[in-house]
Each structure stands twice: as structure tokens, then as C-alpha cells.
């Protein structure tokens, strides 16, 4: 099992990124999907979660209202959108998969992570 996650980067305060998390070697329609963030110096968090049909979401308090998360069941791919980025964003964004169809948020929940990818939010 692979989960690639990709697209970070240095952007502004008030900017968007989307970042994408590619899954091979796993039936991904039959598993939920997670963002986590860790940023220097903290324990990981949760993000968002989304569950195998893309139909049930939620997400952490923080980036409730700026952040999107979605999945293409079809390419194998979750995604996470963020827009309206604050410094406080600043971390490397993990996706994660859970071999059930039920959203957790707790990190030992999830089976198989990505390797990271790194989001920097300048003020």
C-alpha cells in the first residue's frame, strides 16, 4: 500500500492550496480517508476525514469553514482544499486510510499513512 501526498508549497497569508493523496495497492473505495498535520515542535492532529463514498465529512475546529476535503473514488485520490491559509497552517499535511467506512480522528485509527508534504504560510 502507497499513499503519495503532494502538493504543498510557501505560500501568503489569505492564499489556497489544493493537496492531492494518491492511494495504490488498496481497494480505496472501501476505505475512509484522513488529513493530519504536524507542525515543528507539536504532536500530530487531526485535520479532516472523509468517509469511502465522499458522503460524510468532518472536520477539526481550526480549519472548519476554509478547508474542503474530497475524494475521487474513480482515480484514487483524496484531496484536501485550503483556502483561506493562516501562518498557523504552517506543517507537514499527512493523508492517512482507514480500512472501515467509519471517520475517526484519533491518528492510531488509521492503517497506512502517506509520507507528508510540507505547507508554509507566510504572514
Known amino acids: 500500500v502507497q499513499l503519495q501526498a503532494s502538493g504543498g508549497g510557501l505560500v501568503q497569508a489569505g492564499d489556497s492550496l489544493r493537496l492531492s493523496c494518491a492511494a495504490s495497492?488498496?481497494?480505496?473505495?472501501?476505505?475512509?480517508m484522513g488529513w493530519f498535520r504536524q507542525a515543528p515542535g507539536k504532536e500530530r492532529e487531526f485535520v479532516a476525514a472523509?468517509?469511502?463514498?465522499?458522503?460524510?465529512?468532518y472536520y477539526a475546529d481550526s480549519v472548519k469553514g476554509r478547508f474542503t476535503i474530497s475524494r475521487d473514488n474513480a482515480k484514487n485520490t483524496a484531496y484536501l482544499q485550503m483556502n483561506s491559509l493562516k501562518p498557523e497552517d504552517t506543517a507537514v499535511y499527512y493523508c492517512?486510510?482507514?480500512?472501515?467506512?467509519?471517520?475517526?480522528?484519533?491518528?492510531?485509527?488509521?492503517?497506512?499513512w502517506g509520507q507528508g508534504t510540507l505547507v508554509t504560510v507566510s504572514s
Open positions: 492517512a486510510a482507514r480500512a472501515t467506512d467509519s471517520i475517526r480522528v484519533r491518528s492510531r485509527d488509521y492503517d497506512y
Open positions: 495497492g488498496l481497494t480505496f473505495s472501501s476505505y475512509a
Open positions: 472523509i468517509n469511502w463514498s465522499g458522503g460524510t465529512t
